[in-house]
């Protein structure tokens, strides 16, 4: 009787520990598939808040940071540069004008690794280019027509932007929209992407202009968006060679008939003295799914999904293309849209709404 309880009692053990064994492998598995949430927290800001008149900026349409740790603000209403040191009294560089080095058509901003401040200008014909004062240095390159932007730094010479011009292409002069890397001349020295307007015909290329995203990290790989549809992502070598892809399973975000109507209405209001645009525009039917926010200093790439309506979302990707981490910043309370900007010195955001006061956020990754 004994021996059969004593069998009955090392059975129930052995299933015990078998199973325990069993359940802390299995926890042990899920804990490593889990990706590891942060979040955003403000810790500083510049620019006007709600009763106050010292920091007015005008509008921000670039920005931007400098490798000394300054952020650089391309103010268009005000038609200046301003500076915000790390640490100091911000100032304004550079002014409206005709003159060498001052500001007519700016339309871009980014500095270089060697500290030079870069702006193409598109009345100018020009990318002008400055030191750390916003003292003018002389053309980047002069171009017959529009110079590329936007524009991303790759190293101490190198840029890559986006240029819209007419092209020699099998001996024909066509209209293009291209991405290319250029070194101190109007020649791009290296292609990444290329749109022919003949080949696919006007409404088609706005919508996949429309479409369009990249980014340019300063090692110089190359990180390309051109699709609605997808969550896919193309990555480069500074020498326009595809290493590897970005890509998860997603459902597109359809748009309802109002808005595509509203975004029909408002093209033709900018194109009605358009003599090229016959009209028929089309828009994508298809919102936005993903936008490319940039390469922080551990050389990860954030990129934001179009989500949610309460806040902002990232997904994080090592430089092996797998998914690090998640990133959230909650505005559910406070509704604002911000524009988004990670490199290698930090985490910035630029308040767009135009019903709101134009300012600068710094921000840090806090863990949930």
């Not at 510049?46 to 740790?69: A, K, L, R, T, W």
């Not at 932007?161 to 007419?166: A, L, R, S, W």
């Not at 828009?283 to 936005?288: A, L, V």
């Amino acid at each position: 009787m004994k021996s059969e309880i004593a069998k009955e009692l090392y059975l129930v053990f052995l299933i015990l520990f078998i199973s325990c064994g069993t359940g802390s492998d299995d926890s042990n598995q899920s804990n490593e598939d889990i990706i590891p949430e942060y979040q955003l927290a403000v810790v500083d800001s510049f620019g006007v808040e709600i009763g106050d008149s010292i920091n007015m900026i005008g509008s921000i349409q670039y920005f931007c940071h400098h490798p000394n740790g300054s952020v650089l603000i391309l103010d268009r209403a005000a038609m200046c540069l301003r500076v915000i040191p790390p640490d100091g009294q911000a100032y304004t560089a550079l002014r409206n004008g005709e003159g060498p080095g001052e500001l007519s058509g700016p339309q871009g901003l980014c500095t270089l690794g060697d500290g030079r401040i870069l702006i193409p200008d598109m009345y100018k014909h020009e990318m002008m280019t400055y030191d750390e004062q916003g003292n003018y240095l002389g053309g980047y390159f002069l171009s017959h027509g529009e110079p590329p932007s936007p524009v991303f730094p790759v190293d101490s010479s190198s840029v890559v932007g986006i240029m819209f011009d007419n092209r020699l292409v099998e001996e024909e002069t066509q209209l293009c929209y291209s991405l290319d890397r250029y070194n101190s001349s109007i020649e791009p020295i290296a292609n990444y992407y290329m749109l022919n307007f003949d080949l696919v015909g006007w409404n088609e290329a706005l919508k996949a202009i429309d479409a369009f995203d990249f980014y340019a990290d300063r090692a110089g790989n190359v990180y390309i968006v051109n699709d609605f549809t997808e969550y896919l992502v193309n990555v480069y070598t500074k020498d326009a060679l595809l290493t590897y892809q970005i890509e998860e399973p997603v459902t597109p975000l359809q748009k309802s008939e109002a808005q595509i109507q509203i975004e029909i209405d408002e093209y033709e209001e900018f194109a009605v003295n358009d003599a090229s645009y016959r009209g028929g525009y089309q828009p994508s039917p298809y919102n936005q799914l993903i936008s490319l926010a940039g390469v922080d200093s551990e050389d990860n790439l954030w990129i934001e999904r179009f989500d949610s309506d309460t806040g902002y979302n990232f997904d994080v990707w090592d430089p092996n293309g797998e998914l690090a981490y998640t990133v959230s910043f909650s505005t559910a309370e406070s509704p604002i849209e911000i524009k988004f900007l990670v490199d290698d010195i930090g985490i910035i955001g630029a308040v767009t709404d135009p019903d709101d006061y134009p300012r600068i956020y710094y921000f840090e990754t806090v863990e949930i």
